[in-house]
């Protein structure tokens, strides 16, 4: 079983529509988790950190369920901008300091 | 907004060269580490580093691989005789004490010929 495992996508999705990505990990021990966005040829960056009680940042929210051991990621109100690949990323237990990538989901937000 | 920095964006180099990829990490952090994405594939973890020593490495970084902290400021990484399957493009990362939240550099896209 992958470390981290996403749908690749892509989705094409109307402009204004909301849209959610999961993702699921396989290492129970998993402590952090994040999720990067990754435009085409350019580093990731970083869009939120995801809390066991969940977050919002704007149109963003992040979901965390760790008795499935899966992470959510949804966008309201879309934008041509939200278009990017979307990363999951997992840092293991407090001894490791690597995170590890998911492949990514890929986005189209269409006008 | 403080930045990772790496320098040169793209380098082109022939099979069995050594070449040197440059960080700048964000001025006040402590980790860093570098990552490479082969084309159409994920990011890996290559290695991280924190207080002048190793402290992850990954399978990837076998002994072609080297990193150095020369100075207060930059961080790099030196792969001593490249492979055509070192081509990749490699991120630096950083992140501040209290927080697992890495800032990646723009990258430096690595050709090897």
């Known amino acids: 079983r992958k470390e981290v495992e996403q749908d690749p996508g892509p989705f094409n999705v109307p402009e204004g529509a909301t849209v959610a990505f999961n993702c699921t990990y396989s290492?129970?021990?998993?402590?952090?988790f994040f999720w990067y966005r990754q435009d085409c040829r350019k580093e990731p960056k970083l869009l939120m950190s995801?809390?066991?009680s969940g977050n919002e940042d704007g149109r963003f929210t992040a979901q965390l369920n760790r008795a499935s051991q899966y992470i959510s990621l949804l966008i309201r109100d879309s934008k041509l901008s939200d278009s990017a690949t979307y990363l999951c990323v997992v840092k293991l237990g407090s001894r490791d300091d690597k995170i590890i990538f998911g492949k990514g989901t890929r986005l189209h937000i269409l006008p | 907004e403080p930045e990772v920095t790496q320098t040169p964006s793209h380098q082109v180099t022939q099979m069995g060269q050594e070449v040197i990829l440059r960080c700048v990490p964000i001025?006040?952090?402590?980790?860093f580490y570098w990552y490479r994405q082969i084309l159409g594939q994920k990011v890996e973890f290559l290695v991280s580093?924190?207080?002048?020593?190793?402290?992850?490495k990954s399978e990837i970084f076998d002994d072609q691989f080297s990193v150095e902290r020369p100075d207060g400021s930059n961080f790099t990484l030196k792969i001593r005789s490249t492979k055509l399957e070192d081509s990749a493009m490699y991120f630096c990362?950083?992140?501040?004490?209290?927080?697992?939240?890495?800032?990646f550099g723009p990258g430096t896209r690595l050709t090897v010929t």
């Open positions: 990362a950083s992140r501040d004490r209290g927080t697992y939240e890495q800032y």
């Open positions: 001025s006040n952090h402590l980790y």
């Open positions: 580093f924190y207080n002048n020593e190793i402290s992850e």
């Open positions: 290492n129970s021990a998993s402590q952090s």
């Open positions: 995801v809390y066991s």
